[in-house]
């Protein structure tokens, strides 16, 4: 599409034409036909014009005091969306001074196109007077027509000014906006001129977008639908009909604009775009006479200088404009001479270095088959690079095939772990309860056992004692039988020899010996009674001091006891004690150890028991001895970190830290708790991760293991009704009367209850549960209360025993005193026997003989008595311990039996727990092994897909390199791999580079030196060719613009003075304008008295208000007739006029509005439009109401 430019210099014209007859066809070669005013140097239609200038009188206007006494403020910085201008040299203030550069001399050129106004001015006049007939021939309706694109169709605001919502629909030709004051009517041409793109300042409303913003809203919205019909529409496959431009702007100083199609469908969103159809249609949005706000009409038309007016026509008619553009085009080309002779010295460098490439080149090509076999090689290699990749690629898909299958393999194996382990689990659990049941039941048979086979072995013992004293007792009787028996026989003998010898002394000794003897036997039985009691004593005593010693050991135990819980009690009062003190010492240094170490997939949770606070402390040394070993165990996700976490516990020396390997999904304990009203051990502890809750559950059923205080609430609880709460398998609760930390775990087995005891902790360990240390150090003291007591009982229990011992000290004394009596007077007994049996031999020596054997017979007749009746007792005594033994045999047999049967249960019990247990590690084993199994292959498939991603995108890469070296596939022949290709590349490289270093550079160098100093040379040629040309065009084009120039400037004054003078004589006004280019000055002359046709016109200050108002609206009029923008807008216009004036000039804006063809003319003014023209079909009259009013009739 061409660029809108001046009499076609850069290209046809792009719309906005005059018609044909506004043309002089007796003067065609001295007018020039005026499309637009815009420059040249635009030479893309569809791109934004840059714009290196901002018009100084622009600035001197918005310097000029507002109506009403305001004063315009500085303007503010504008959004981002905003373009900022270039500050440049006030062109206005140039023309105050005399021409001094040689570009405003070239443009001036002696002001001799000017020389012959008068001319130009018949000229415009009868062009004007041909327009005015041809409207007078014509019929009404041929007058004018609506334009089928680039006029607005509405303009809608949104919390804009003091708008809330604001919608004015435009007609296409004339259109009224009335209202009162402070209804919102200049607001419509401010949201036109900053919708279309123009800045902020240049409404002379605001020096920044969020000035613009209505008081309490945060941002505003701006809407205009601009008509976009005919065969020169723009863009209309994108846009439709109709082109909707909206910005929208915030009070953080955020601005942007939208582009809407016809459907409403967003097409564009910067404003290049937005000044790229404002461009495309002329619309001059920031023309300060296009769009005439209200202040600058004020300014224009009642209070500007003849120099302000000058600058308004400049503005107006884009002569400012043009003269900018092509000040910048005359710089440029004065630039562009100095880069000439430095292009000439870098030519003839550049020439020499070429000859000198092209020499090395030639010598070059001599080796161009080797380089050429070189070529191919290096391209067989890249693609066999590819090649590989590729099959890479494919054998990594078939890997990820298997890996699928290895997947669905793996899963389908860990589903069957599971449901096996949740079998093997529930008969552990029946297996460990029977086990404990015969247990219990083994205690009472191995007392019976026992009690059985000491009663037996003291009846053994007293069988043999009985046994051997039988035996001595018949050996001695049979003894004495035979020395009776011989010494009767010599008694006889004796007897029958001294029957004649006997006499009645030797009688009296005799039975004095007797009764001596009498005696000593009765002492000797006496002394034997007191021996016999010793032992008794001796064994009371022994039996006492052992209970002492028994008693001594619980003592020292009581006390370390209380020792330790005091320490403990000091400990949580200073908030002392490290958390690990209760584990191996090396824990410590393991945790460490984890902490450093990146090797594992993911770190291991542990020690358990730090995870785990106890709610309850109470609880504490029974969950200390029900959990035992595992709360030293730590957990991991996999068998490759359980054995990385076993080699570490190996090199630090920990033995008693089992490694759990857990499933990482926590287990739903929802279905399987009992009744919210119990405690279990699994609510009774703060649980620190849900790995460890898992392994607890698994391992101790601690959901499902009821706490309670009191054995009669446990026995409520397990015994009474049907059996145990549903989701309950055991309860435990406390064992006070044992003492503190006891407890008893009853079960429910096999439709019978068990108990068994829970011991507590020993008193060395340190607690591995964490517990509320003030709930901790109560229970403490309570325990220490205790302790005490027991100590007091202990104490009391070893008195009485230290009395026993004293008494029986007592008796031993006693009995070993009597002993020591009766020796004496045995010993006494003795002696005398012994003087009478001196006496005795004192007598004959044959009654001495006689009484010795009566003696002797007598002695072993009572030796026989003795043992005859002591064997007699003990054979009688035997037989029935005899009878005995064989009862406690039997009764041992029958417990040994039993005891027999109960281990084999005990065995059987114990190897069916085993069996599980052993058959629950299997399927622990087994469900890890699933797990890892199936974590192995979902992280292999997960490495093949990652390997896939990148082998795809290593092929990519290859691909991509490879077609960029060489972008025909190089063919690799079976056989032919990478490494070899590339063996043979260097070889033949190799073979090159030794050409090369002989010959001192390198190919590459050589063809690089070669292409580079051609390229050199070429860029230098292209540029100083194009320098040339462009300076010899720049001139050329800046004095052909220039003279362009100057004919618009003298048309468009001729044609505004033309037009000026015509519009006066509608009311029978004389006078003229007064345009002197060379002083930069517009005056306007009017005579409104037709009467004084000979008298000169006067100054406009001598004239009234109205005719003053008139006079300007004929300059503004003559003044767009000039102009080329199919949008003229003008504000309060008439404000300062009479009714008449007021009248005359509406029906002359109107008579001139339908003059300018498919032209858009949107008129405000505060008063109402009367007569015929609010009733034409061309005239759309919109009256707005003030918003304040409106929003008390919406209330």
Not at 154 to 164: A, D, G, V, W, Y
Not at 231 to 240: K, L, T
Not at 458 to 466: G, V, Y
Not at 845 to 855: I, P, S, T, V, Y
């Amino acid at each position: 599409m061409p660029a809108a430019t001046v009499n076609n210099i850069s290209g046809a014209s792009r719309k906005r034409a005059r018609r044909d007859e506004e043309a002089d066809s007796d003067q065609s070669d001295e007018l020039v036909h005026v499309h637009q005013a815009s420059s040249g140097l635009r030479s893309e239609p569809q791109r934004k014009r840059p714009r290196v200038s901002e018009p100084a009188s622009a600035h001197k206007m918005a310097a000029q005091p507002r109506a009403r006494g305001r004063t315009v403020r500085e303007p503010s910085d504008v959004s981002s969306e905003e373009e900022e201008d270039v500050p440049m040299e006030d062109a206005a203030d140039r023309r105050d001074e005399p021409a001094a550069t040689q570009y405003e001399i070239m443009r001036d050129a002696g002001f001799k196109h000017l020389e012959h106004a008068d001319e130009d001015d018949r000229r415009a006049t009868q062009r004007l007077q041909q327009k005015s007939l041809a409207r007078q021939t014509n019929r009404p309706g041929d007058l004018n027509h609506a334009a089928q694109n680039g006029i607005l169709e509405s303009i809608e605001c949104i919390n804009f000014m003091c708008h809330k919502r604001l919608h004015v629909p435009l007609g296409p030709l004339l259109n009224f906006i009335v209202g009162e004051n402070g209804s919102g009517k200049s607001a419509v041409l401010t949201a036109i001129t900053l919708c279309l793109g123009a800045k902020a300042s240049s409404t002379n409303r605001g020096g920044s977008l969020k000035n613009f913003i209505k008081e309490g809203a945060d941002s505003s919205a701006l809407i205009v639908k601009i008509k976009n019909q005919g065969h020169d529409a723009y863009q209309r496959d994108i846009y439709g009909d109709v082109i909707i431009v909206e910005r929208h702007f915030n009070r953080n100083g955020g601005s942007g604009f939208r582009l809407k199609s016809q459907t409403g469908k967003t097409v564009s969103d910067k404003k290049s775009e937005v000044d790229q159809i404002v461009e495309y249609y002329c619309l001059q949005v920031d023309n300060p006479l296009n769009i005439l706000s209200q202040d600058n009409a004020r300014q224009f038309l009642n209070q500007a200088s003849a120099k302000q007016k000058y600058r308004f026509f400049l503005q107006g008619v884009q002569l400012q404009q043009l003269d900018d553009d092509y000040r910048i085009i005359e710089e440029y080309a004065t630039s562009n001479e100095h880069k000439e002779g430095d292009l000439e010295v870098r030519l003839e460098h550049a020439q020499k270095e070429h000859d000198k490439s092209k020499r090395e080149y030639e010598i070059f090509l001599q080796a161009e088959d080797m380089r050429k076999q070189c070529r191919l090689l290096s391209q067989k290699a890249i693609w066999a690079q590819v090649a590989e990749a590729e099959r890479k690629t494919e054998r990594n898909e078939e890997e990820i095939s298997q890996a699928d299958g290895q997947i669905a393999g793996a899963q389908h194996v860990l589903t069957q772990r599971t449901q096996e382990l949740e079998v093997v689990d529930e008969k552990l659990a029946q297996a460990q309860e029977a086990l404990r049941g015969t247990r219990e039941d083994g205690e009472v048979l191995k007392g019976n056992v026992d009690k059985a086979q000491q009663d037996f072995k003291d009846a053994q013992s007293d069988l043999n004692r009985i046994h051997n004293n039988e035996r001595d007792a018949h050996s001695l009787a049979q003894s004495a039988s035979d020395s009776v028996d011989e010494y009767e026989k010599r008694i006889q003998e004796e007897e029958q020899r001294l029957q004649d010898l006997n006499g009645e002394a030797h009688s009296r000794k005799i039975g004095e010996l007797e009764a001596a003897q009498a005696r000593q036997q009765e002492v000797e039985t006496e002394s034997e009674a007191a021996r016999q009691k010793a032992p008794a004593i001796k064994q009371t005593i022994s039996d006492a001091t052992k209970e002492s010693q028994t008693i001594d050991r619980y003592i020292g135990q009581k006390q370390d006891e209380v020792k330790a819980t005091q320490n403990r009690v000091k400990e949580l009062e200073r908030g002392q004690g490290s958390l690990y003190e209760g584990y191996e010492q090396q824990v410590p240094n393991l945790l460490r150890m984890i902490e450093h170490d990146a090797g594992f997939d993911r770190k291991p949770i542990g020690p358990i028991g730090a995870h785990v606070q106890v709610k309850k402390p109470v609880w504490s040394p029974i969950l200390e001895r029900t959990f035992g070993e595992t709360l030293n165990g730590f957990v991991v996700t996999s068998k490759r970190d359980q054995q990385r976490l076993r080699d570490m516990m190996k090199k630090l020396g920990l033995n008693r830290c089992p490694i759990f390997i857990a499933n990482p999904r926590p287990i739903d304990t929802s279905r399987t708790e009992p009744d919210e009203n119990f405690d279990t051990i699994l609510r009774v502890l703060n649980i620190g991760h849900p790995l460890i809750r898992s392994q607890l559950i698994i391992h101790h059923r601690i959901e499902q293991t009821l706490l309670v205080e009191t054995k009669l609430d446990a026995d409520r609880i397990m015994l009474d009704g049907a059996g145990p709460p549903r989701n309950v398998i055991a309860c435990i609760h406390l064992f006070k009367e044992r003492g503190f930390g006891w407890g008893v775990r009853v079960m429910a087995n096999s439709n019978r209850i068990t108990s068994s005891p829970v011991r507590p902790p020993d008193r060395n360990q340190k607690p591995r549960l964490r517990s509320d240390s003030l709930q901790e150090v109560s229970i403490q003291n309570e325990r220490i209360q205790s302790l005490t007591s027991e100590l007091g009982e202990l104490r009391q229990q070893k008195q009485k025993q230290q009395q026993i011992i004293q008494q029986g000290r007592r008796d031993m004394a006693e009995a070993n005193k009597t002993v020591d009596l009766k020796k004496q007077r045995l010993r006494e007994i003795k002696v005398e026997i012994e003087d009478i049996q001196r006496e005795l031999d004192s007598f004959d020596g044959a009654d001495g003989r006689l009484e010795g054997l009566r003696e002797d017979l007598k002695k072993h007749q009572e030796d026989y008595d003795f043992h005859g009746g002591q064997y007699g007792a003990l054979t009688l005594r035997k037989k029935e311990q005899n009878k005995r033994v064989e009862e406690l045999r039997a009764v041992l047999g029958t417990e040994k039996q039993t005891l027999k049967e109960f281990e084999a249960r005990l065995k059987k019990a114990e190897d069916r727990v085993n069996r599980c247990t052993d058959s629950r590690s299997i399927s622990v084993q087994q469900k890890n092994e699933a797990h890892d199994s199936l974590r192995i292959a979902q992280n292999e498939k997960a490495r093949l897909e990652g390997k896939r991603a990148k082998l795809e995108e290593t092929v990519r890469e290859y691909t991509a390199a490879a077609s960029e070296a060489c972008p025909e596939r190089a063919h690799v022949g079976e056989g032919e791999t990478y490494d070899a290709l590339l063996i043979s590349y260097e070889a033949l490289r190799k073979t090159l580079k030794e050409r090369e270093r002989r010959r001192g550079t390198t190919d590459e160098q050589v063809i690089s030196r070669a292409n580079t100093a051609k390229a050199e040379l070429d860029q230098l040629k292209g540029e100083i060719k194009l320098v040339r040309s462009a300076n010899k065009h720049f001139k050329q084009l800046l004095n052909d613009r220039l003279a362009k120039w100057r004919a618009f400037q003298r048309y468009i004054s001729s044609n505004s003075r033309a037009n000026f003078m015509f519009l006066l004589s509608e009311r029978d006004f004389r006078g003229k304008l007064i345009l002197d280019h060379a002083a930069h000055t517009l005056e306007v002359q009017v005579e409104p008295d037709k009467t004084r046709k000979n008298a000169a016109a006067r100054n406009t200050k001598t004239l009234s208000g109205g005719e003053k108002s008139f006079s300007s609206i004929c300059l503004l009029l003559a003044i767009w007739e000039a102009m080329g923008s199919p949008l003229r807008c003008l504000d309060e216009f008439d404000v300062f006029m009479d009714n008449v004036n007021r009248a005359i000039s509406t029906n002359m804006l109107i008579s001139a509005a339908r003059s300018s063809v498919s032209r858009q003319y949107i008129l405000i003014t505060p008063n109402a439009i009367e007569g015929r023209a609010s009733l034409d079909k061309d005239v759309k009259i919109t009256r707005l109401t003030d918003p304040r009013q409106r929003r008390l009739a919406d209330l």
